[in-house]
């Protein structure tokens, strides 16, 4: 029985990710269409879809299992459209995983290198695992909506009945856990702890792998490759990620210790996925999967934190300004602003709960 736990925990936050990824993969380049990206796509994806959906139903003061019978169906067929959808894209997988193998030796050496050190945060996220204090709330908030089958209805130091919970109603990340437990019966602390904290490790770094990707590009200047300088960037951002515990703020700390909480997601995941988004918008021809990423990952900073209903609108509406400035077109900078709307309606409804 345990074993069956496992692969459906396991399939929930590996496979189910990547096909999902497929739909905004579908509409970008192929050169971007890698399966990391899919990957980072398919996690937006699932945020973006369990904000839209979980919302009314906290506000509402719904059942915790109404909401895992509507999510599942809708997640059932968004993978679906995806499969279908993902048809055209498994050709550009091939030819980009090909493309890895006639590269030089020394980026060779130099992507194993950097995968050598992921993967040793990776053993250490799990085997030096860190309980951070403010579990106390999260997985308690996990449990509780597990187990009374109630959405912050319940005090999570007490699990007193308390009236709905307004600061936290808008950002159900603790709820998404939840969600994941009930489907796989496993725990929502072993979850968090020793899946999550793991898996989103990865996940934070195909999001830094796809900004070097844009960052260096395959376009050849003064007769080398910059697209060969992919894995230097990607090592240097594992040294910074593992020394970077300067303080219990940092952005390094939170993506170590504490990924699996809002906050750690916001630091580590969001902000990056956003500045790759912004990368993508200030170029001068935007495929439409890139639209598609952006707006998933502005509705996921709110998933994630309800910060984020000050944070993101400020940091976009400066970006747009920006990337107008650029490409010396108003509407260009409209488009952009105009994608945060989404937030600014969940800023409405948190003001009204509040």
Same mark, same amino acid.
């Given at each position: 029985? &345990?074993?069956?736990?496992?692969?459906?925990?396991? !399939?929930?936050?590996?496979?189910?990710?990547?096909?999902?990824?497929?739909?905004?993969?579908?509409?970008?380049?192929?050169?971007?269409?890698?399966?990391?990206?899919?990957?980072?796509?398919?996690?937006?994806?699932?945020?973006?879809?369990?904000?839209? +959906?979980?919302?009314?139903?906290?506000?509402? &003061?719904?059942?915790?299992?109404?909401?895992?019978?509507?999510?599942?169906?809708?997640?059932?067929?968004?993978?679906?459209?995806?499969?279908?959808?993902?048809?055209?894209?498994?050709?550009?997988?091939?030819?980009?995983?090909?493309?890895?193998?006639?590269?030089?030796?020394?980026?060779?050496?130099?992507?194993?290198?950097?995968?050598?050190?992921?993967?040793?945060?990776?053993?250490?996220?799990?085997?030096?695992?860190?309980?951070?204090?403010? /579990?106390?709330?999260?997985?308690?908030?996990?449990?509780?909506? /597990? +187990?009374?089958? +109630?959405?912050?209805?319940?005090?999570?130091?007490?699990?007193?009945?308390?009236?709905?919970?307004?600061?936290?109603?808008?950002?159900?990340?603790?709820?998404?856990?939840?969600?994941?437990?009930?489907?796989?019966?496993?725990?929502?602390?072993?979850?968090?702890?020793?899946?999550?904290?793991?898996?989103?490790?990865?996940?934070?770094?195909?999001?830094?792998?796809?900004?070097?990707?844009?960052?260096?590009?395959?376009?050849?200047?003064?007769?080398? &490759?910059?697209?060969?300088?992919?894995?230097?960037?990607?090592?240097?951002?594992?040294?910074?990620?593992?020394?970077?515990?300067?303080?219990?703020? !940092?952005?390094?700390?939170?993506?170590?210790?504490?990924?699996?909480?809002?906050?750690?997601?916001?630091?580590?995941?969001?902000?990056?996925?956003?500045?790759?988004?912004?990368?993508?918008?200030?170029?001068?021809?935007?495929?439409?999967?890139?639209?598609?990423?952006? &707006?998933?990952?502005?509705?996921?900073?709110?998933?994630? +934190?309800?910060?984020?209903?000050?944070?993101?609108?400020?940091?976009?509406?400066?970006?747009?300004?920006?990337?107008?400035?650029?490409?010396?077109?108003?509407?260009?900078?409209?488009?952009?602003?105009?994608?945060?709307?989404?937030?600014?309606?969940?800023?409405?409804?948190?003001?009204?709960?509040?």
């Amino acid at each position: 029985m &345990e074993i069956i736990q496992w692969c459906i925990l396991l !399939t929930l936050v590996l496979p189910v990710p990547f096909f999902l990824g497929m739909i905004p993969v579908k509409y970008m380049t192929s050169l971007q269409r890698t399966p990391a990206m899919t990957y980072v796509c398919g996690w937006f994806v699932s945020f973006f879809l369990f904000e839209l +959906t979980a919302v009314p139903f906290i506000l509402l &003061e719904k059942s915790f299992t109404s909401l895992v019978v509507t999510y599942t169906v809708i997640i059932g067929v968004a993978l679906v459209c995806s499969v279908w959808a993902s048809r055209p894209v498994w050709g550009d997988f091939a030819r980009n995983i090909r493309g890895a193998f006639s590269l030089p030796l020394l980026v060779k050496l130099g992507w194993l290198a950097a995968f050598f050190l992921i993967g040793v945060q990776l053993y250490m996220a799990v085997s030096y695992d860190h309980y951070d204090g403010d /579990d106390a709330y999260y997985i308690a908030v996990s449990v509780l909506t /597990d +187990t009374f089958d +109630t959405m912050y209805l319940r005090d999570a130091y007490t699990g007193y009945l308390y009236p709905l919970d307004a600061r936290h109603a808008l950002s159900p990340t603790p709820v998404y856990q939840a969600w994941l437990s009930r489907l796989s019966g496993i725990h929502p602390a072993v979850i968090a702890h020793s899946v999550l904290s793991v898996v989103w490790l990865v996940f934070m770094y195909c999001i830094y792998g796809q900004i070097g990707n844009r960052l260096f590009p395959i376009t050849k200047k003064g007769g080398r &490759e910059k697209s060969n300088y992919r894995p230097l960037f990607l090592i240097l951002i594992a040294v910074w990620f593992a020394f970077g515990n300067v303080s219990l703020y !940092t952005t390094e700390t939170f993506a170590m210790t504490r990924t699996w909480q809002g906050k750690g997601m916001m630091a580590g995941m969001v902000l990056p996925a956003l500045f790759l988004c912004l990368l993508f918008l200030a170029l001068d021809k935007v495929p439409s999967g890139a639209w598609l990423l952006f &707006e998933c990952v502005l509705v996921s900073a709110v998933f994630a +934190t309800s910060i984020s209903f000050m944070l993101v609108p400020t940091v976009v509406g400066v970006s747009a300004v920006l990337i107008g400035m650029k490409k010396k077109s108003v509407r260009a900078a409209a488009c952009i602003f105009a994608c945060c709307v989404p937030c600014l309606l969940l800023a409405v409804c948190y003001v009204v709960v509040k």
